[in-house]
C-alpha cells in the first residue's frame, strides 16, 4: 500500500505561482512513476506532469514551460512548481504513484489539493 498526501494548494492571482507537494509513505525510489492530475469543474481527471525513476518528465501541453515537475528521494515527495498561473489551472491537483508488482500495475492516489486562480 501507498498513501499519498497532498499540500501547497490554495488561492492565487492570475499570473502567480504555487508549489504542490506530495508526500508518499513509502520510498520512492520503488516507485516507477509519480505524477500530477487535475480535475477542473466538469472536467474529468486529467494528466499534468509525470516523473519516472529515471527521471524522465512528460508534460501536458498546457503545463509546458509553466510547470516543473521534481522528485526528492530523501524526503520521499514529488513536487510540482506552477508558475505564471492561469484561471484555467482551476482545479484539484491529485498525486499519483504508479508502483510495479509482480501481479501488475497498481495505481495509488492522494486526496487532492484544491487550487483557485482568480483575482
Known amino acids: 500500500q501507498v498513501q499519498l498526501v497532498e499540500s501547497g494548494g490554495g488561492l492565487v492571482q492570475p499570473g502567480g505561482s504555487l508549489r504542490l507537494s506530495c508526500a508518499s509513505s513509502?520510498?520512492?525510489?520503488?516507485?516507477?512513476?509519480l505524477g500530477w492530475y487535475r480535475q477542473g469543474p466538469g472536467n474529468g481527471r486529467r494528466p499534468v506532469a509525470t516523473i519516472r525513476n529515471t527521471g524522465g518528465t512528460d508534460y501536458a501541453k498546457s503545463a509546458e514551460g509553466r510547470f516543473t515537475i521534481t522528485r526528492d528521494n530523501a524526503k520521499n515527495t514529488v513536487n510540482l512548481q506552477m508558475n505564471s498561473l492561469k484561471p484555467e489551472d482551476t482545479a484539484v491537483y491529485f498525486c499519483?504513484?504508479?508502483?510495479?508488482?509482480?501481479?501488475?500495475?497498481?495505481?495509488?492516489w492522494g486526496q487532492g489539493t484544491k487550487v483557485t486562480v482568480s483575482s
Open positions: 513509502v520510498d520512492i525510489k520503488s516507485i516507477y512513476q
Open positions: 499519483t504513484a504508479e508502483v510495479s508488482y509482480t501481479s501488475g500495475v497498481k495505481n495509488y
